[in-house]
């Protein structure tokens, strides 16, 4: 498990060792003296940014460890890597780690998108899991866009559009969110969520409530006559876009979770440093605690496949995209 006061990797990939000042050289082409939030918290859109930032630096690695035919990192190792080159100093490397973890953990439970970053952090989840949630994020505005031009079949696209955008930024009405959930989702997992929802629904309507109650005190205090707009009670016929949509992401991530737990039980099992990444011998024992009746000449094959260049370093999504492959083929 990943920790904010984890020792940093004492000489990243890719980076050439100042041995004069015992910390690893800065790029040339980026500044140290960019300091992190004094109080060593980020926001959450602060964190979002530097989860993007991250990713589209990752994937920029990983294209040349493909060209060079060089073993990838972890996300994990890949953001030490990344704070090296941004600041050099061990000390801000250390700051700017520190306050990534400790912003996962307080907006994990609110964004589904930072509790995905954790889990790859943590080689819970692997990284590809995160385009399929914004796939999900893609669908629902789609079917939310069709919803409302069956609704307003006289409205231009640009209309169309612009009430979109409003959705988005509100509520979508029960018949809008359940036609969503009940499309995306079997009749079984279509329940569950309805249900969850609704259970969410019933918590913004107390919200609600409760601050219409206070608006109504603090004017009563003040010798005003509440507005019939305080007094009247709105309906729970509603749900916020965003809380659909978070929604869904958080089940789509429970069942990414069910379906990797016996992946990454094993993973673990042969990981013994933890670190996210197995060598050659490690996997074959990994695969074979899956299939005790694997054969070597398929684990042969299998070793091949998941690291072509023999590097030896395997991290927990290169594994989980061969299983899911290899799965995949067998169903077929």
């Known amino acids: 498990e990943i920790h904010a006061h984890d020792p940093i990797p004492a000489k990243p990939r890719g980076q050439a060792l100042d041995t004069s000042q015992g910390t690893l050289a800065p ?55 990344l704070l090296w080159q941004k600041y050099g100093l061990r000390a801000l490397v250390i700051d700017w780690a520190a306050a990534v973890f400790a912003a996962i953990e307080k907006f994990q439970q609110e964004e589904n998108d930072v509790a995905v970053l954790g889990k790859i952090l943590r080689n819970e989840v692997d990284e590809d899991f995160r385009h399929v949630q914004a796939q999900l994020r893609g669908t629902v505005k789609e079917l939310v866009r069709n919803i409302l031009r069956r609704k307003y079949p006289l409205k231009q696209e640009e209309d169309i559009s612009a009430l979109l955008a409003k959705r988005m930024e509100a509520h979508l009405y029960d018949e809008e969110w359940m036609e969503v959930v009940r499309f995306m989702y079997n009749d079984e997992d279509a329940g569950r969520l309805i249900e969850r929802l609704q259970d969410a629904q019933r918590e913004q309507q107390g919200r609600e409530e409760e601050a219409s109650r206070r608006k109504v005190q603090s004017a009563l205090r003040t010798g005003k006559v509440p507005s019939a707009a305080m007094l009247r009670s709105k309906p729970p016929n509603r749900l916020t876009y965003a809380m659909v949509v978070q929604t869904l992401l958080c089940f789509q991530l429970e069942g990414h979770e069910r379906f990797l737990s016996g992946v990454l039980d094993a993973f673990r099992q042969v990981d013994r440093d933890g670190n996210g990444v197995v060598n050659q011998v490690e996997f074959r024992e990994l695969v074979q605690v899956m299939d005790p009746a694997c054969s070597e000449e398929d684990l042969t094959t299998h070793l091949a496949a998941v690291d072509p260049f023999e590097a030896g370093e395997i991290t927990f999504s290169d594994t989980v995209a061969f299983l899911s492959s290899l799965l995949s083929e067998q169903e077929g």
């Not at 980026?30 to 630096?57: H, I, V």
């Not at 920029?60 to 493909?66: F, H, I, Q, S, V």
């Open 27 to 81: 790029s040339p082409s980026k500044s140290s003296t960019s300091q992190p939030p004094k109080s060593r918290e980020l926001s959450l859109k602060q964190l979002l940014d530097f989860a993007e930032e991250l990713y589209q630096s990752k994937e920029k690695l990983d294209g040349k460890c493909e060209q060079a035919q060089q073993p990838r990192e972890t996300l994990e190792q890949h953001m030490y890597t």
